[in-house]
């Protein structure tokens, strides 16, 4: 089974351009998750989908921030314009079962914003 | 709100030498527990998990979790830790409405 697919690994830009993540959940897993670590940090749940519906987007910057999921599938996360607080990793979750489950984790990717 | 506390920034432990990892949520009924592990430059991993039942969790690579429910914690424990063990570990808390939300972590360090 191929895990959890995120691209790119690594992103350097400068404060105010935009960049986007992409995310391809394990086959099957309905429910996907964006979470942000900052370094020394945690990782801090940014949105989550079932399906192509939005969950929960409490924690999301929607001033900057957006996520889609148009076909229940594979999701892009965009920041728009860039702060150099946004300097983190950008983590995507899958799970397959909505209760119990267990979150499978891709590798992230590393954004630095000069 | 629920919250999860990792009170150990840092630990430093002797290769062979035994483990605990403190967590303690703050959360008014059970919720769902979860250690996940993340070593340099890659994604989270689960060793172990607590839905219900028997309070002793057993996981991968050795390690095992105690729920307390008096207490409210959930420490992670390992006898012998190897070199290989060195790694942030996150304790992760979902409330039964599918939110996961996770400490600030531990970091790990063995000593030879």
């Known amino acids: 089974e191929a895990g959890v697919a995120q691209s790119p690994r690594y992103k350097i830009i400068e404060k105010r351009q935009s960049v986007a993540f992409w995310c391809n959940p394990i086959?099957?897993?309905?429910?996907l998750y964006w979470y942000q670590q900052i370094l020394g940090q945690g990782p801090k749940l940014l949105i989550q989908?079932?399906?192509?519906?939005?969950?929960?987007d409490s924690q999301l910057p929607k001033d900057r921030f957006s996520a889609e999921r148009l076909k229940g599938v594979d999701s892009t996360l965009k920041i728009q314009p860039a702060k150099l607080e946004d300097s983190a990793v950008y983590l995507c979750?899958?799970?397959?079962?909505?209760?119990?489950?267990?979150?499978?984790f891709g590798e992230g990717s590393r954004l630095t914003v000069l | 709100a629920q919250s999860v506390t990792q009170p150990d920034i840092h630990i430093t432990v002797s290769e062979g030498a035994s483990l605990e990892l403190r967590c303690n949520y703050s959360?008014?009924?059970?919720?769902?527990l979860f250690w996940y592990v993340q070593s340099p430059g890659q994604g989270l991993q689960l060793l172990l998990k607590?839905?219900?039942?028997?309070?002793l969790v057993q996981g991968i690579k050795g390690f095992e979790a105690e729920f307390k429910r008096s207490q409210s914690s959930f420490n992670l424990r390992k006898p012998s830790v190897h070199w290989s063990d060195a790694a942030e570990y996150f304790c992760?808390?979902?409330?039964?409405?599918?939110?996961?939300?996770f400490g600030k972590g531990t970091r790990l360090h063995i000593l030879p």
């Open positions: 979750a899958s799970r397959r079962v909505h209760d119990t489950g267990e979150l499978f």
């Open positions: 992760a808390v979902a409330p039964r409405d599918d939110k996961i939300i």
């Open positions: 607590y839905f219900s039942g028997d309070t």
């Open positions: 959360y008014g009924a059970t919720p769902y």
């Open positions: 989908f079932q399906n192509n519906g939005v969950v929960d």
């Open positions: 086959s099957g897993h309905a429910t």
